[in-house]
Protein backbone atom coordinates (compact mmCIF):
# COMPACT_ATOMS: atom_id res chain seq x y z
CA UNK A 1 0.00 0.00 0.00
CA UNK A 2 1.28 3.60 -0.96
CA UNK A 3 0.66 6.32 1.73
CA UNK A 4 -0.06 9.99 0.69
CA UNK A 5 3.50 12.00 -0.04
CA UNK A 6 5.18 8.31 -0.90
CA UNK A 7 7.23 7.88 -4.27
CA UNK A 8 4.50 5.80 -6.75
CA UNK A 9 7.46 3.71 -8.64
CA UNK A 10 4.83 2.27 -11.19
CA UNK A 11 1.37 1.90 -11.91
CA UNK A 12 1.68 -1.23 -14.38
CA UNK A 13 -1.72 -1.19 -16.76
CA UNK A 14 -2.74 -3.24 -20.02
CA UNK A 15 -3.74 -1.75 -23.02
CA UNK A 16 -6.81 -2.86 -24.66
CA UNK A 17 -4.19 -5.48 -26.69
CA UNK A 18 -3.25 -6.66 -23.22
CA UNK A 19 -0.21 -4.84 -23.66
CA UNK A 20 1.28 -3.80 -20.11
CA UNK A 21 2.08 0.45 -19.59
CA UNK A 22 3.86 1.78 -16.62
CA UNK A 23 1.88 4.98 -16.79
CA UNK A 24 4.69 6.60 -14.20
CA UNK A 25 6.91 6.21 -16.98
CA UNK A 26 4.53 6.79 -19.81
CA UNK A 27 3.44 10.26 -18.37
CA UNK A 28 6.67 11.24 -16.44
CA UNK A 29 7.38 15.06 -15.24
CA UNK A 30 3.36 15.40 -15.55
CA UNK A 31 0.85 15.30 -12.26
CA UNK A 32 -1.71 12.78 -13.00
CA UNK A 33 -5.24 12.11 -11.92
CA UNK A 34 -6.37 8.23 -12.24
CA UNK A 35 -9.67 7.34 -12.18
CA UNK A 36 -10.13 3.74 -10.84
CA UNK A 37 -13.28 2.61 -11.75
CA UNK A 38 -15.87 -0.29 -13.13
CA UNK A 39 -18.39 -0.03 -15.76
CA UNK A 40 -20.57 -1.79 -13.76
CA UNK A 41 -20.66 0.83 -11.26
CA UNK A 42 -23.47 3.59 -11.61
CA UNK A 43 -21.49 5.97 -9.42
CA UNK A 44 -18.63 5.54 -11.47
CA UNK A 45 -20.40 6.13 -14.96
CA UNK A 46 -22.73 8.45 -13.79
CA UNK A 47 -21.14 10.56 -11.56
CA UNK A 48 -17.71 9.88 -11.16
CA UNK A 49 -16.65 9.53 -15.39
CA UNK A 50 -18.13 13.06 -16.45
CA UNK A 51 -16.56 14.67 -13.78
CA UNK A 52 -13.06 13.27 -14.67
CA UNK A 53 -13.74 14.50 -18.25
CA UNK A 54 -14.60 18.26 -16.94
CA UNK A 55 -11.88 18.02 -14.57
CA UNK A 56 -9.42 16.94 -17.58
CA UNK A 57 -10.84 20.36 -19.70
CA UNK A 58 -10.90 22.47 -16.30
CA UNK A 59 -6.92 21.46 -15.46
CA UNK A 60 -4.70 21.35 -18.89
CA UNK A 61 -1.79 21.24 -16.75
CA UNK A 62 -3.25 17.41 -15.89
CA UNK A 63 -3.66 14.12 -17.42
CA UNK A 64 -6.65 12.74 -16.48
CA UNK A 65 -6.44 8.80 -16.79
CA UNK A 66 -9.32 5.94 -16.15
CA UNK A 67 -8.15 3.19 -15.13
CA UNK A 68 -11.06 0.21 -15.42
CA UNK A 69 -10.32 -2.37 -12.97
CA UNK A 70 -11.59 -6.32 -12.77
CA UNK A 71 -12.73 -7.95 -9.80
CA UNK A 72 -13.75 -11.10 -11.58
CA UNK A 73 -12.06 -13.22 -14.39
CA UNK A 74 -13.94 -11.69 -17.23
CA UNK A 75 -11.98 -9.83 -19.96
CA UNK A 76 -13.38 -6.56 -20.66
CA UNK A 77 -12.64 -5.21 -24.48
CA UNK A 78 -12.28 -1.81 -26.12
CA UNK A 79 -15.61 -1.69 -26.72
CA UNK A 80 -17.16 -2.84 -23.29
CA UNK A 81 -15.51 0.28 -22.11
CA UNK A 82 -16.34 2.50 -24.99
CA UNK A 83 -20.13 1.51 -24.34
CA UNK A 84 -20.45 3.64 -21.34
CA UNK A 85 -19.81 7.02 -23.84
CA UNK A 86 -21.86 8.66 -25.86
CA UNK A 87 -19.19 9.12 -28.42
CA UNK A 88 -17.18 7.20 -30.01
CA UNK A 89 -13.87 8.31 -29.09
CA UNK A 90 -12.67 7.99 -25.35
CA UNK A 91 -12.85 11.61 -23.85
CA UNK A 92 -9.37 10.65 -22.06
CA UNK A 93 -6.99 7.72 -22.10
CA UNK A 94 -8.22 4.66 -20.29
CA UNK A 95 -6.33 1.45 -19.41
CA UNK A 96 -7.43 -2.07 -17.99
CA UNK A 97 -6.40 -3.19 -14.29
CA UNK A 98 -6.79 -7.12 -14.89
CA UNK A 99 -6.69 -8.93 -11.42
CA UNK A 100 -7.69 -5.52 -9.66
CA UNK A 101 -3.36 -4.99 -8.39
CA UNK A 102 -3.97 -1.20 -9.04
CA UNK A 103 -6.81 -1.25 -6.53
CA UNK A 104 -5.06 -3.38 -4.32
CA UNK A 105 -1.83 -1.07 -4.87
CA UNK A 106 -3.26 2.01 -3.64
CA UNK A 107 -5.69 0.21 -1.16
CA UNK A 108 -8.96 1.82 -2.59
CA UNK A 109 -12.18 1.40 -0.66
CA UNK A 110 -14.30 1.01 -3.14
CA UNK A 111 -14.73 2.63 -6.83
CA UNK A 112 -14.60 4.78 -7.90
CA UNK A 113 -10.91 5.66 -6.29
CA UNK A 114 -9.16 8.91 -7.74
CA UNK A 115 -5.42 8.78 -7.01
CA UNK A 116 -3.61 12.20 -7.69
CA UNK A 117 0.31 11.40 -8.15
CA UNK A 118 2.38 15.03 -8.40
CA UNK A 119 4.96 15.59 -11.16
CA UNK A 120 7.50 14.03 -8.91
CA UNK A 121 5.75 10.53 -8.85
CA UNK A 122 4.31 11.21 -5.05
CA UNK A 123 0.97 10.10 -4.27
CA UNK A 124 -1.02 13.46 -3.42
CA UNK A 125 -4.59 12.36 -2.45
CA UNK A 126 -6.29 9.05 -2.80
CA UNK A 127 -9.95 10.01 -2.67
CA UNK A 128 -12.71 7.38 -2.49
CA UNK A 129 -16.26 7.93 -3.96
CA UNK A 130 -18.50 10.36 -6.22
CA UNK A 131 -20.58 12.03 -3.79
CA UNK A 132 -19.96 15.92 -2.85
CA UNK A 133 -18.32 15.45 -0.25
CA UNK A 134 -15.62 13.01 -2.13
CA UNK A 135 -15.80 15.57 -5.20
CA UNK A 136 -15.00 18.65 -2.41
CA UNK A 137 -11.93 16.93 -1.67
CA UNK A 138 -11.09 16.17 -4.92
CA UNK A 139 -11.28 20.02 -6.06
CA UNK A 140 -9.42 21.07 -2.76
CA UNK A 141 -6.65 18.72 -3.74
CA UNK A 142 -6.42 19.74 -7.31
CA UNK A 143 -5.94 23.21 -6.12
CA UNK A 144 -3.24 22.52 -3.28
CA UNK A 145 -1.55 21.17 -6.50
CA UNK A 146 -1.97 23.75 -8.41
Not at 55 to 64: A, D, S
Not at 120 to 129: E, K, N, V
Not at 130 to 143: I, K, P, T, V
Request: glycine share 8%.
Amino acid sequence: MIKENELVESIMVQDFDQQPIDLIQKYKGKPLLAIIYNNQCLGCTGRAIPLAYELQKENEGIQVIGIHTNFKNTQFTESDIKSIFTIDELPFPIFLDNGHAVYDQFDSEGTPQWVLITKYGHLSRSIFGSQDGAQNRLMYALEQLG
